[in-house]
């Protein structure tokens, strides 16, 4: 057989196997065993040296074309097996839409949110909206601008957390106070929640936990306003049972001052652990804005009156609950995150 006839009758013989290649891995191997380095074309072209260069050239297009040929045809091939080979993955993996779904377990609101939530809520029902400052706060307006005198033990190194430029982490909510009347005219009513940050450790006391501040500032707000505004809130929180007085007591933004007690919630006033035996437990501090406050923030203490609270979250929550260490709250133990389930 001469040089074109064997490359011819290599065509055909290689077309034939394509054509009935049934995987990929054999394509791959025909392609191997026809086209490659050490394939059948190259080999029958080694002889090609010997042709004349008319010849050469005459064999040298027929093996070109005979090898695009063969390439074509193994690139089609290639498309039609991929595509069989993906219907074929495709069956195997059907889905079932009809089969049960895997067990996701929904999240839910942690005990301190909810609480914070649901005491916002309540406030803001009766009017009030919510303010927000930073947790990291100046020196001036977390004291001085409070009336907490320089010297006052609450400034202590021992309470507050100070950062080296002198500025702090907010030892309570009440700058918001100064922050929102530094911003604000009268008539203004705001709560304000966040995190707050002392020098704290204990099964009641924890370095990092929450309050809610409130202001309301007008002109003729007196202390009945302050007293009517308390007792709403804490009888929706605790029900319309619950007792509740005033105790006359002392912070430096406020005169007069009170602190509030409610009945305990465990024993109902008869006296137990909880309560150290009182029927009593302390709830919030409030008073009226000290006029030295409003002339800090430059309004009239003349013309308007105002009062301010402030009050724990996490205490609140404790109680509402009957949780009895703090630390609970804040070490994230499924086993008791999960028996907040469904509250809201
Ligand atoms: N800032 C006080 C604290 O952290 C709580 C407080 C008491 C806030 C009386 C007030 C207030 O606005 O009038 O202990």
Same mark, same amino acid.
């Given at each position: 057989m001469n040089l074109k006839d064997q490359i011819e009758s290599l065509g055909k013989e290689a077309v034939e196997l394509i054509k009935k290649v049934e995987s990929l891995d054999k394509l791959n191997s025909l392609r191997v065993e026809y086209l490659g380095k050490k394939g059948k074309l190259k080999t029958i072209l080694k002889t090609l040296g010997k042709?004349?260069?008319e010849e050469r050239k005459e064999i040298g297009q027929l093996a070109n074309r005979i090898k695009e040929q063969i390439e074509d045809l193994i690139k089609e091939k290639e498309v039609q097996l991929k595509e069989k080979a993906l219907e074929e993955e495709l069956k195997k993996h059907k889905i079932d839409i009809t089969l049960p779904s895997a067990w996701i377990e929904a999240g839910s609101s942690h005990p301190i949110i909810s609480t914070l939530v649901e005491i916002s809520q309540i406030f803001i029902s009766m009017g009030f909206s919510v303010a927000e400052g930073p947790e990291v706060e100046k020196e001036e307006y977390n004291f001085d601008m409070l009336n907490i005198p320089k010297d006052h033990p609450a400034r202590d190194m021992q309470d507050t957390f100070f950062l080296n430029n002198? #500025? *702090?982490l907010r030892t309570h909510t009440s700058p918001v106070q100064i922050r929102t009347m530094l911003t604000r005219?009268? /008539?203004?009513a705001v709560i304000a929640p966040g995190r707050v940050y002392r020098k704290d450790a204990d099964p009641t006391h924890s370095p990092m936990f929450h309050q809610i501040e409130g202001l309301l500032v007008d002109t003729d707000v007196t202390f009945t306003d302050l007293k009517g505004i308390l007792k709403i809130f804490l009888e929706s929180v605790f029900g319309k049972n619950v007792g509740i007085r005033f105790r006359p007591s002392y912070f430096p933004f406020t005169e007069p001052s009170a602190e509030v007690d409610i009945s305990? %919630?465990?024993c109902g006033g008869e006296g137990c652990r909880v309560c150290k035996? %009182?029927?009593w437990l302390e709830i919030l501090?409030?008073?009226?804005? #000290? /006029?030295?406050?409003f002339e800090a923030v430059s309004i009239d203490p003349e013309k308007y009156t105002g009062f301010a609270f402030g009050l724990g979250i996490e205490r609140i929550a404790m109680l509402k609950y009957r949780i009895n260490d703090i630390? *609970?709250?804040f070490e994230n133990d499924m086993r008791f995150n999960h028996q907040f389930k469904g509250i809201r």
């Open positions: 042709l004349s260069p002198g #500025d *702090l005219k009268p /008539p203004i305990c %919630t465990v035996g %009182t029927g501090g409030c008073g009226m804005v #000290d /006029p030295n406050v630390r *609970l709250l």
